[in-house]
């Protein structure tokens, strides 16, 4: 079946710095990726929609220089929080919909710890 | 806008029991009906997909079922294992391949 893979799984890093999370399609071809935000014990809430070539569409209340997205190729889209900080600290997940199956898949999870 | 809800918001069952998740949505314009399953920690997992024309998907111990025109799905869950707890979550499909999360149900399955 369809794999999304996200790396790094878990991250923890200084207040200030940035973090690149990276999300790929391991066996089809994605040209739009969607990145999610979930705090702890509450449902996922879409940030950003990822399309390859193109600017990324964000959310309302989403900081896009906050998180930038870069998609680049039809199989891996990044996301970048810069200049974290301690409120940013959250579990993040990517996903796309492979098209034969017509469903979501989900990578793993980030889960981004700022100190 | 599309909103989507889960009840219960908990639930807590002995090992054994057949058992109900449901998920309600507001805008019954849907494409696509999906359950998911969330461990602590973890992704998501897919567990059903319903399209729109379906009414109902089986897999293993679970079944999904869709009203479309009353903004409902179901969740079913035969003969739980403890293996079962985790978060399921609903998710509907709008237009623009949008997804809208309901919740999620935390189901706790004890020996």
């Known amino acids: 079946g369809a794999v999304v893979s996200q790396h790094p799984s878990r991250v923890i890093c200084k207040s200030g710095t940035s973090v690149k999370i990276e999300c790929r399609s391991l066996?089809?071809?994605?040209?739009?990726m969607f990145w999610y935000r979930q705090f702890p014990k509450q449902s996922l809430m879409l940030m950003a929609t990822?399309?390859?070539?193109?600017?990324?569409?964000?959310e309302q209340g989403v900081e896009k220089d906050k998180f930038l997205i870069n998609h680049a190729s039809l199989t891996l889209s990044t996301l970048t929080v810069t200049s974290a900080h301690p409120e940013d600290s959250s579990f993040y997940i990517c996903?796309?919909?492979?098209?034969?199956?017509?469903?979501?898949?989900f990578g793993s999870g980030t889960r981004l710890t700022v100190v | 806008k599309q909103e989507v809800t889960q009840i219960p918001a908990a639930l807590s069952v002995p090992e054994g029991e057949n058992l109900v998740l449901n998920c309600s949505f507001t805008?019954?314009?849907?494409?696509?009906l999906q359950w998911f399953r969330q461990d602590p920690g973890k992704g998501l997992t897919s567990l059903l997909l319903?399209?729109?024309?379906?009414r109902e998907q089986t897999s293993g111990r679970l079944n999904a079922s869709l009203d479309k025109s009353s903004g409902r799905s179901t969740l079913y869950i035969a003969a739980s294992q403890p293996g079962d707890s985790a978060t399921y979550l609903c998710?509907?499909?709008?237009?623009?391949?949008?997804?809208?999360f309901g919740g999620g149900t935390r189901l706790m399955v004890k020996p």
């Open positions: 996903s796309a919909v492979p098209g034969y199956q017509g469903g979501y898949t």
């Open positions: 066996d089809f071809q994605a040209t739009t």
């Open positions: 990822s399309n390859e070539g193109s600017k990324a569409t964000y």
């Open positions: 805008d019954s314009a849907i494409y696509n």
């Open positions: 319903i399209q729109s024309s379906q």
């Open positions: 998710a509907v499909y709008n237009a623009g391949n949008m997804l809208t």
